[in-house]
């Protein structure tokens, strides 16, 4: 019977485990995630949305965690427009960002020029912009457009059910879309178009407001699990999963396997073979969906709708098996064929509009590519409202006019990228501006520009922007010490190769070198790439030096080496033993004057001992069980005072708790 009982006990642990091993799947960051643009290796932590860019308006986050906002309604007042890009932060009647907690995620998604966003901070979730647009307007009030928190189906974070801000992992935005991906894997969607709730559910005045956890088609229907992304469109989703598994779901989709049809669960998508998925991506021409893969090894799949050549492959057909683009032209000798060595796709995924299906691409020499639709110059092709075929490096500049500094040349190393529905933007290395190409109106080009005009060339003479992920400065950490300590920098750095980091005390990479940096003082310090790594050198990072919080022994590991408490009134010494003849003398206070102490020893001639015991004397205490947690001895084969804690004798002579 105990055999049974014992069985029964293990596979009930094993259950258990198995299932907090799922839970804690691990895939999420928090602040600024750089494993994205160009700088991209896992694909189970991809950030996809440090840029994002709807018709006409644009959301960034930043180095430090925050996000700003600009372009057509993306004043806190939902109509207004803000003409360059703005902190997402409560301030002033015309950017009145009224949210409590810290910000984790934004989306947005529009329709033609109308516009709706969300931010998600640890206090729960807020929309503001035009009612409709992102989620539905059975939700927010259609009374008002402002920045507000919204609760869904009585969750007053406007979260599914069992889902905290931050259990979410992504958050990913288009026409009437709204999808998360939580930490632990789960596949959440609110939408009121397309047919993409992923649970058989149909979209009417009841379900378009609440949340639906994606489920798959296998029998019995059981939740999709293990997700690390969800791209899509306004009609349909696409999952990858951390067993690099994909997954679609909703109006017209593929799965490499014969023609577009609605899915009301999520169906597996045969990967290429011999392909192991980085990125995925989704971009569509009315309903037509179209589907991009990137693998690891730099080669780019790409099915569905090509009615705008969005596929790549030199035809205007649907594709209803995976087709990789290809170069069907030389240009500036990049020769013809499959183009591959890619490390970033940006398809126009969060705007709704006919024919502005299109992607942008960068390879590993950061190189810009581009094609599809060029409605409203967005390509920076020739012809507006025309499709075209791979196109190198567009938007670029007259090769010819040197003249020029603030426009697209050949010899510019892009390091990211995003497609909007009107327009495209790129950040050029070691530059803290961003480039604009394409229509221009209602201060998209965040530049304080309201005219409405077009940009047929790449333009640079935009706001700051320092996006996170886009390689201005080594990878570092703050670090802490001890009061007594001094500060070793080469323990902040976090590159692959520390010799690549130099020091410095001001934010100029022309400032001197500091030399020592194996002891210094708390206060801030910078680093910069050198200039021997090749890297760029225009914005340093910034690290701070300081003392631990006193006090709080979970943050504090000096905490046992504080100086004692010698002052204040209360918790006075009683007890006390002196050879200085103080005791029984009414104008010295002693002992009480030694504050916090249970007994006062005193003498300057006399030294204190404790007992003196050696290892093995000591271990004879422990085994026989008469070791009590605080019981002190001086070891005198080690030659250090020891101190009984946690089941074992501790030598007390570093800065930590025993």
């Given at each position: 019977m105990?055999?049974?009982?014992?069985?029964?006990f293990?596979?009930?642990?094993?259950?258990?485990?198995?299932?907090?091993?799922?839970?804690?799947?691990?895939?999420?960051?928090?602040?600024?995630?750089?494993?994205?643009?160009?700088?991209?290796?896992?694909?189970?932590?991809?950030?996809?949305?440090?840029?994002?860019?709807?018709?006409?308006?644009?959301?960034?986050?930043g180095?430090?965690?925050?996000?700003?906002?600009?372009?057509?309604?993306?004043?806190?007042?939902?109509?207004?427009?803000?003409?360059?890009?703005t902190?997402?932060?409560?301030?002033?009647?015309?950017?009145?960002?009224?949210?409590?907690?810290?910000?984790?995620?934004?989306?947005?998604?529009?329709?033609?020029?109308?516009?709706?966003?969300?931010?998600?901070?640890?206090?729960?979730?807020?929309?503001?912009?035009?009612?409709?647009?992102?989620?539905?307007?059975?939700?927010?009030?259609?009374?008002t457009?402002?920045?507000?928190?919204?609760?869904?189906?009585?969750?007053?974070?406007?979260?599914?059910?069992?889902?905290?801000?931050?259990?979410?992992?992504?958050?990913?935005?288009?026409?009437?879309?709204?999808?998360?991906?939580?930490?632990?894997?789960?596949?959440?969607v609110?939408?009121?178009?397309?047919?993409?709730?992923?649970?058989?559910t149909?979209?009417?005045?009841?379900?378009?407001?609440?949340?639906?956890?994606v489920?798959?088609?296998?029998?019995?229907?059981?939740?999709?699990?293990?997700?690390?992304?969800?791209?899509?469109?306004?009609?349909?989703?696409?999952?990858?999963?951390?067993?690099?598994?994909?997954?679609?779901?909703?109006?017209?989709?593929?799965?490499?396997?014969?023609?577009?049809?609605?899915?009301?669960?999520?169906?597996?998508?045969s990967?290429?073979?011999?392909?192991?998925?980085?990125?995925?991506?989704?971009?569509?021409?009315?309903?037509?969906?179209?589907?991009?893969?990137?693998?690891?090894?730099?080669?780019?799949?790409?099915?569905?709708?090509?009615?705008?050549?969005?596929?790549?492959?030199?035809?205007?057909?649907?594709?209803?098996?995976?087709?990789?683009?290809?170069?069907?032209?030389?240009?500036?000798?990049?020769?013809?064929?499959?183009?591959?060595?890619?490390?970033?796709?940006?398809?126009n995924?969060?705007?709704?509009q006919?024919?502005?299906?299109a992607?942008?691409?960068?390879?590993?020499?950061?190189?810009?590519?581009?094609?599809?639709s060029?409605?409203?110059?967005?390509?920076?092709?020739?012809?507006?409202?025309?499709?075209?075929?791979?196109i190198?490096?567009?938007?670029?500049?007259?090769?010819?006019?040197?003249?020029v500094?603030?426009?697209?040349?050949?010899?510019?190393?892009?390091?990211?990228?995003?497609?909007g529905?009107?327009?495209?933007?790129?950040?050029?290395?070691?530059?803290?501006?961003?480039?604009?190409?394409?229509?221009?109106?209602?201060?998209s080009?965040?530049?304080?520009?309201?005219n409405?005009?077009?940009?047929?060339?790449?333009n640079?003479?935009?706001?700051?922007?320092?996006?996170?992920?886009?390689?201005?400065?080594?990878?570092?950490?703050?670090l802490?010490?001890?009061?007594?300590?001094?500060?070793?920098?080469?323990?902040?750095?976090?590159?692959?190769?520390p010799?690549?980091?130099?020091?410095?005390?001001?934010?100029?990479?022309?400032s001197?070198?500091?030399?020592?940096?194996?002891?210094?003082?708390?206060?801030?310090y910078?680093a910069?790439?050198?200039?021997?790594?090749?890297?760029?050198?225009?914005?340093?990072?910034?690290?701070?030096?300081?003392?631990?919080?006193?006090?709080?022994?979970?943050?504090?590991?000096?905490?046992?080496?504080?100086?004692?408490?010698?002052?204040?009134?209360?918790?006075?010494?009683?007890?006390?033993?002196?050879?200085?003849?103080?005791?029984?003398?009414?104008?010295?206070?002693?002992?009480m004057a030694?504050k916090?102490?249970?007994?006062?020893?005193?003498?300057?001639t006399?030294?204190?001992?404790?007992?003196?015991?050696t290892?093995?004397?000591?271990?004879?205490?422990?085994?026989?069980?008469?070791?009590?947690?605080?019981?002190m001895?001086?070891?005198?084969?080690?030659?250090?005072?020891?101190?009984?804690?946690?089941?074992?004798?501790?030598?007390?002579?570093?800065?930590?708790?025993?």
């Amino acid at each position: 019977m105990n055999n049974y009982i014992n069985t029964f006990f293990a596979v009930i642990l094993l259950l258990m485990v198995s299932s907090t091993a799922y839970k804690a799947q691990g895939y999420c960051t928090s602040g600024c995630n750089d494993n994205t643009f160009t700088n991209t290796t896992d694909a189970n932590t991809v950030e996809y949305d440090n840029l994002i860019s709807a018709f006409h308006a644009s959301i960034a986050k930043g180095k430090d965690g925050n996000f700003k906002i600009w372009g057509q309604n993306s004043a806190s007042s939902g109509a207004g427009d803000l003409g360059k890009p703005t902190l997402i932060v409560p301030g002033d009647a015309r950017v009145h960002f009224n949210y409590t907690g810290t910000p984790l995620k934004a989306a947005a998604g529009s329709q033609n020029s109308y516009h709706q966003f969300a931010l998600l901070t640890t206090d729960g979730l807020y929309t503001w912009g035009v009612n409709n647009i992102l989620i539905s307007d059975l939700i927010t009030d259609v009374v008002t457009q402002d920045f507000r928190k919204i609760a869904i189906d009585g969750k007053a974070d406007g979260l599914p059910a069992g889902v905290a801000p931050t259990d979410v992992k992504m958050m990913f935005g288009s026409y009437l879309t709204l999808a998360i991906v939580t930490c632990s894997g789960e596949a959440w969607v609110l939408s009121s178009t397309g047919a993409k709730n992923g649970d058989n559910t149909t979209q009417n005045n009841v379900d378009n407001k609440i949340w639906h956890r994606v489920k798959t088609d296998d029998v019995g229907h059981p939740n999709l699990e293990n997700v690390v992304a969800m791209r899509g469109t306004s009609n349909a989703l696409f999952a990858l999963t951390s067993t690099g598994k994909l997954y679609t779901w909703g109006t017209l989709t593929y799965n490499n396997s014969g023609t577009a049809t609605t899915r009301v669960y999520a169906t597996e998508v045969s990967v290429p073979s011999g392909a192991v998925p980085r990125m995925i991506g989704m971009t569509q021409n009315g309903t037509g969906q179209s589907y991009y893969l990137l693998a690891t090894d730099g080669k780019l799949y790409c099915m569905g709708d090509n009615s705008n050549k969005q596929l790549g492959d030199g035809t205007n057909v649907a594709k209803t098996v995976w087709v990789q683009p290809q170069k069907m032209v030389d240009q500036y000798g990049q020769g013809t064929g499959p183009l591959e060595n890619i490390v970033w796709i940006s398809p126009n995924e969060h705007s709704y509009q006919a024919d502005i299906a299109a992607i942008n691409v960068i390879t590993s020499n950061n190189k810009q590519w581009g094609w599809g639709s060029n409605k409203g110059f967005m390509l920076g092709a020739a012809n507006p409202n025309s499709f075209y075929n791979l196109i190198y490096m567009p938007g670029l500049g007259d090769p010819m006019d040197v003249t020029v500094t603030d426009d697209l040349d050949l010899t510019d190393e892009v390091i990211a990228v995003e497609t909007g529905g009107h327009s495209t933007m790129n950040i050029k290395k070691c530059s803290q501006s961003f480039g604009y190409v394409g229509h221009i109106t209602n201060g998209s080009m965040g530049n304080n520009n309201f005219n409405d005009e077009i940009y047929i060339d790449y333009n640079y003479s935009t706001d700051v922007l320092i996006v996170c992920g886009t390689d201005l400065g080594p990878k570092i950490q703050n670090l802490k010490i001890c009061t007594y300590q001094t500060a070793n920098l080469n323990n902040s750095i976090q590159e692959a190769i520390p010799s690549d980091v130099e020091w410095h005390a001001t934010n100029d990479a022309n400032s001197p070198v500091l030399s020592n940096i194996s002891a210094v003082a708390p206060g801030t310090y910078y680093a910069f790439f050198s200039v021997a790594s090749g890297k760029c050198r225009t914005v340093g990072s910034i690290v701070t030096v300081s003392h631990y919080v006193p006090d709080n022994q979970s943050v504090d590991p000096c905490i046992c080496f504080n100086d004692a408490v010698t002052g204040g009134a209360d918790h006075d010494t009683k007890l006390g033993i002196t050879l200085l003849k103080r005791a029984g003398k009414t104008d010295s206070n002693w002992p009480m004057a030694r504050k916090s102490g249970h007994i006062a020893l005193e003498s300057n001639t006399k030294g204190f001992v404790v007992t003196r015991l050696t290892t093995a004397q000591l271990d004879v205490i422990k085994n026989a069980g008469n070791a009590v947690e605080g019981m002190m001895s001086y070891d005198t084969t080690v030659n250090c005072m020891k101190i009984y804690s946690d089941g074992d004798w501790k030598c007390f002579n570093t800065p930590s708790c025993p």
